[in-house]
């Protein structure tokens, strides 16, 4: 599912909090002329219930504050907010800031026209104020969807207000702070906001790239001037803004690796997990180099745990036998609990021993220093994953197997917090001829997934095959997500990967679909494509087009997505996905993804991408090119029906998706070796996985076979 982006929240929460209580608290109004919200007199109850929370921070004066609060009129809030930026602010006590939370969310949209307001006043403070208050709402609005048309002129006045050359340059500041905020809003402003790249004043520079990339890749064609602002090589703060930057951006500038890394290895190693982020955030994205790479080894052993530095070694280092040295090392750092009287969390352990699987494929000293760790006292889930290398290095499944028999027998309570997941999640790794060795814990990993959080229900389901436990917990999860409003865990991480084993659970996704919030109906639409057709699904095109006329452009990929994967829709779904490409927003690489996935579908779409591909745009066109590579790719490849079968199982919902329509595309004749695959499939192959892939092929023949009776019926 969707992976949310790592950024910091530069928030005016504090100061927005206390400007608001000061405000509220004055119970002062302005008279005289202007919008009716400048002359509503303030209501005695909300000033008495400000004043209490205020001498009493507590759940139930907040709470009180809130009802009041929604008492009142449009005109009677909005008035509340004017005072708030006309009166001198008084400081209060930390936590004052969430009495303003239920005034932004109320008033949402009907609060810009407000701060406009107040932009134009001649009083510099009052405007200075606004642009505070600004940031904190956009801040609030990050994940409004749409942003409402009143912003509009709200955003227009604050990037002219930057771009104002006469004005004081903490004024300009304190409006690129607030556009900052809006985060990827201001896009549609990013080549008026650009000449600012270019202002006599450093901090205004400064502001203005880090302003910029907020933006996302619309402004990774100014990248090279963004980053010119910061002192890459010579200065580690502005290595981190620029490092920043670029994984906002989503690209980087050629030759930066070697810089990044030695600013990474300039920390001390007892600061690493504090100090060496963001640093090491774009690493996994640097191209295969030599350079890289040697400056890679040079790291200590606490600073190459990080999982981007992993990933990149993994990807582009295969079979370095150079890393294995520093990643063994660097595997028994991440065994050290910080503080030392703590249980290691193995935070990184994964991603290490996937790197040196990796780059030590074939070496057999590599293989017996990872069963002398096994003779030692080494941490459980360090255990689990040591198991998991040795399997892999030595083709041998009993080494995972030994491992999680061995964590089984013992009293996990001592372990990581994290154990009960890594157990689950590596079931689905455990070959299925050493899987019956596992049986008689079958109850004790049950219990793992009966209760949320605990365990990973995709591993367990699909080692065991047991669907009823996992839809169970899945339909209390969805049920707590429909009556409250609470993120997820079964759409975040579950439904995608069983795929058409949830279609049990399309009456919850339907209710989600009618009745959440904007901003999780994506997240449902992914879900649903990830089922498949179904007859109720392949019954929602009406809904899903509704739902993408209405969503910002930047969501549109997965009802798009879901008018391919369960109806087929192939037009619907570029008539979504093409204007996308012109967005020039986060919607653009994200319509690139999505067309990617869609394959041999969506080589209609080849020109468009390509046109972008040749672009000016860095980031834009390396999305395309490896769009256009995929759909090329699949298009020009010669499926046997016998791997079209295989990929009906895969991990990958939209791969087994593009399976089984190219399937369904060979018509009626395949019927009839679904069925003889479906009646005598005994591949060696674990329940779960058999079962996923079985429901995946009755998907296609609920398809063919209404087909097929119709050719008959022809003859």
């Known amino acids: 599912m969707r992976t949310h982006k790592r950024r910091i929240a530069f928030g005016q929460t504090q100061l927005a909090g206390w400007l608001f209580l000061a405000a509220i608290m004055s119970g002062c109004h302005l008279a005289g002329e202007g919008p009716a919200y400048r002359r509503v007199p303030l209501s005695p109850e909300i000033v008495q219930a400000a004043r209490a929370r205020s001498a009493d921070e507590t759940r139930a004066n907040a709470d009180a504050l809130k009802r009041l609060w929604a008492c009142l009129s449009l005109e009677q809030r909005q008035s509340l907010i004017w005072h708030l ?8 006590s930390d936590g004052e800031w969430r009495s303003l939370d239920s005034a932004v969310d109320s008033l949402g949209a009907d ?26 709402v956009g801040f609030r609005q990050q994940g409004v969807n749409p942003l409402g048309e009143p912003f509009v002129p709200l955003l227009d006045a604050l990037v002219e207000t930057a771009l104002r050359k006469g004005a004081a340059e903490d004024f300009r500041l304190a409006a690129l702070d607030a556009l900052d905020d809006f985060h990827e809003h201001p896009a549609p402003w990013v080549h008026r906001m650009a000449p600012l ?21 619309v402004a ?3 990248a090279e001037q963004m980053l010119s602002q910061y002192d890459i090589r010579g200065n580690r703060d502005d290595a981190m803004r620029a490092a920043w930057i670029m994984d906002e951006m ?3 500038p050629p030759g930066v690796g070697p810089d990044l890394v030695a600013h990474i290895r300039a920390v001390p190693e007892h600061e690493s997990g504090r100090l060496v982020a963001p640093l090491n955030y774009p690493i996994d994205r640097l191209p295969a180099s030599a350079e890289t790479a040697d400056a890679l080894l040079t790291l200590p052993p606490a600073h190459l745990q990080h999982n981007e530095i992993c990933w ?21 750092a991440d065994w050290k609990p910080v503080p030392a009287n703590a249980s290691p969390t193995c935070f990184y352990s994964g991603s290490l021993a996937e790197a040196l699987v990796a780059v030590g494929r074939g070496d057999a000293e590599l293989q017996q220093r990872l069963l002398a760790l096994l003779e030692q006292p080494i941490p459980v889930d360090g255990r689990l994953y040591v198991g998991w290398a040795l399997s892999k290095l030595t083709g041998n499944p009993d080494h995972l197997v030994d491992a999680l028999v061995w964590v089984l027998e013992r009293d996990r309570q001592r372990a990581a917090s994290y154990t009960d997941q890594r157990i689950t999640s590596l079931l689905q790794e455990v070959a299925p001829s050493v899987a019956g060795r596992l049986a008689p814990y079958h109850p004790t990993l049950r219990a793992l997934v009966s209760t949320p959080v605990q365990g990973n229900p995709t591993g367990y389901l699909l080692f065991t095959g047991d669907v009823e436990t996992v ?56 879900a649903v494509a990830a089922i498949g057709p179904t007859p109720v699904t392949r019954s929602l095109k009406p809904e899903l087009l509704a739902l993408a006329g209405r969503l910002r452009p930047v969501w549109r990929e997965e009802p798009a997505l879901g008018l391919w994967g369960c109806c087929r829709d192939i037009d619907a779904a570029m008539a979504i996905l093409l204007p996308m490409l012109d967005d020039r927003d986060w919607a653009t690489t994200r319509a690139c993804r999505a067309l990617a996935e869609m394959g041999r ?19 834009y066109a390396e999305a395309a090119r490896e769009a256009v590579g995929q759909i090329e790719a699949e298009v020009s490849r010669q499926a046997a029906l016998d791997e079209l079968w295989q990929e009906l199982g895969a991990d990958d919902y939209a791969q087994s998706l593009r399976a089984m329509w190219r399937l369904v595309d060979r018509g009626p004749d395949v019927v009839p070796w679904l069925r003889r695959r479906l009646d005598e499939d005994d591949a060696p192959m674990l329940p779960g996985r058999r079962m996923r892939l079985h429901a995946r092929a009755r998907q296609a023949l609920s398809i063919l076979e209404p087909r097929s009776a119709e050719a008959g019926s022809d003859d």
């Open 111 to 136: 609060i810009a026209p407000v701060l406009l307001d107040a932009l134009g006043t001649a009083d510099p403070s009052v405007r200075l104020r606004a642009c505070r208050l600004a940031g904190y």
């Open 197 to 217: 790249l270019g202002d006599p004043s450093p901090r205004i520079r400064r502001a203005a790239a880090w302003t910029l990339a907020q933006s996302g890749p």
């Open 471 to 526: 839809l169970k917990w899945a339909r209390a999860d969805l049920d707590e997500t429909c009556q409250s409003s609470v993120c997820s865990s079964a759409l975040e991480d579950v439904i995608g990967e069983i795929g058409p084993l949830a279609e049990p659970l399309t009456d919850r996704l339907l209710l989600l679909l009618r009745e959440s919030d904007d901003w999780d109906k994506p997240d449902v639409c992914e």
């Open 601 to 619: 579908d969506a080589r209609g779409a080849l020109g468009d991408l390509r046109r972008l591909a040749a672009g000016a745009n860095p980031a």
């Open 250 to 252: 989503g690209w980087l």
């Open 85 to 92: 930026l006309v009166d001198q602010p008084v400081p209060l």
């Open 220 to 222: 990774a064609v100014y």
């Open 312 to 332: 990149w070694i993994e990807r582009h280092a295969a079979g370095d036998r150079r890393f294995i040295e520093p990643l063994l090392r660097a595997l028994e």
